[in-house]
């Protein structure tokens, strides 16, 4: 990890705020910050869905959309298996 990227990361989004009407535009902030901050190629966020699969809701760009989506469909990489169900 980048400490000095993880800094100067965490005071841009300290600085952008979120925007309570645009959830979508703040996490793609947050995914954009991991780039720097863990020096990688891409990044996505994905959430469970009601099916029960994890799909993406941001990407930094197309490769790491296609890496998402293939791991999805073969239910195979870091993101598999998916956390377990919590019991209420």
């Not at 959830?23 to 947050?30: D, G, K, N, P």
């Not at 990044?43 to 293939?70: F, I, K, P, Q």
């Amino acid at each position: 990890m980048d400490e000095g990227a993880f800094a100067c990361s965490l005071g841009e989004l300290r600085r952008a705020g979120p925007n309570p009407g645009d959830v979508f535009a703040t996490l793609q902030r947050v995914v954009d910050a991991a780039l720097a901050v863990f020096q990688v190629d891409g990044a996505s966020l994905a959430l469970e869905h009601e099916d029960g699969l994890l799909r993406w809701v941001v990407v930094t760009d197309g490769a790491a959309e296609l890496r998402a989506d293939t791991q999805r469909e073969l239910r195979r990489g870091p993101a598999w298996p998916p956390m377990p169900k919590r019991q209420p």
